[in-house]
């Protein structure tokens, strides 16, 4: 059991669940049966659970040298090696979970895993660290629909808002930690632009990806929008302001990040209350 905790409090757990929940609420906005959205739930969760460990294990000598003591590996409560062994485990179970989904939600979970992996290694130190999450959540939607039946992939404006949104997820999610990264040597986007751009842009992203879910369902006629989408769409417009207001008065901090992703949990109950648009 000690390893198990350790291996959660390396998994990001917050991060984690907040996506799997998203998952099963697309899952719901697609229509899908109990059974698929419990089983799409499962393999994000897997999946997302590798991506964290796997980040941790290799973030495990930075974290040291900055004295990180919330991080288990860190801290040597899980050595590095069970911590790899742990990840791939959960590779292989995010995508045998799956599979029974059909080779569309196989292939778009494993796109999705890669997309973490290859942010974790090399690219969180480039300035292409954006791009595995503009990959990974603008695949998300498709993960959905394609394990609806018949499978198809997700429309275009359910793609931009998920990549909007995950383009916002990271550049919210490092900000409280840029000045311990630039001293090991981390310089991936957020750094090279600084505090106050990236919670603009992070900002900008979730607004985006607010309008493309209130007027994509409908094809951009804003007359056909229901009143609780004007209301939702104003909550997540809210959140957006909030982010760039905080840090414009204070350094940023995890609370930055904590509104970007309950700005995507408003999302998708704004996609499932519209009576499944995701499919529309």
């Not at 990549?163 to 310089?187: F, I, Y």
């Not at 990806?209 to 094809?219: E, Q, R």
């Amino acid at each position: 059991m000690r390893i198990v905790r350790a291996l959660w409090g390396s998994s990001h757990p917050g991060p984690t669940l907040v996506v799997t929940v998203l998952a099963a609420g697309l899952g719901v906005a697609a229509g899908l049966d109990a059974w698929r959205i419990a089983l799409l739930a499962a393999a994000v969760f897997f999946g997302q659970l590798s991506i964290g460990i796997s980040n941790d294990a290799i973030d495990a000598e930075r974290d040291r040298a900055v004295g990180r003591a919330d991080k288990p590996i860190a801290r040597g409560d899980v050595g590095t090696r069970t911590a790899w062994i742990g990840a791939l485990v959960c590779v292989v179970v995010a995508l045998a979970l799956s599979a029974p989904l059909g080779w569309g939600v196989l292939v778009g979970n494993g796109v999705v895993i890669l997309s973490g992996w290859l942010y974790n290694r090399p690219l969180k130190s480039t300035p292409l660290s954006i791009v595995p999450f503009l990959v990974a959540f603008g695949t998300l939607p498709s993960l959905a629909t394609l394990a609806a039946s018949p499978p198809s992939l997700a429309p275009a404006w359910a793609t931009l808002a998920g990549a909007t949104l995950g383009a916002s997820v990271h550049l919210t999610n490092v900000l409280p930690d840029l000045d311990a990264d630039r001293e090991t040597g981390v310089r991936g986007l957020p750094h090279r632009i600084g505090a106050r751009a990236a919670t603009v842009l992070a900002a900008l992203g979730v607004v985006a990806g607010a309008l493309a879910v209130l007027l994509g369902p409908v094809a951009g006629e804003a007359a056909r929008v229901a009143a609780v989408s004007w209301v939702l769409f104003a909550v997540v417009v809210a959140l957006a302001v909030a982010t760039v207001v905080m840090t414009l008065n204070r350094a940023p901090g995890r609370t930055l990040f904590r509104l970007v992703m309950l700005s995507a949990l408003v999302l998708a109950a704004q996609l499932i209350l519209t009576g499944g648009s995701l499919r529309a």
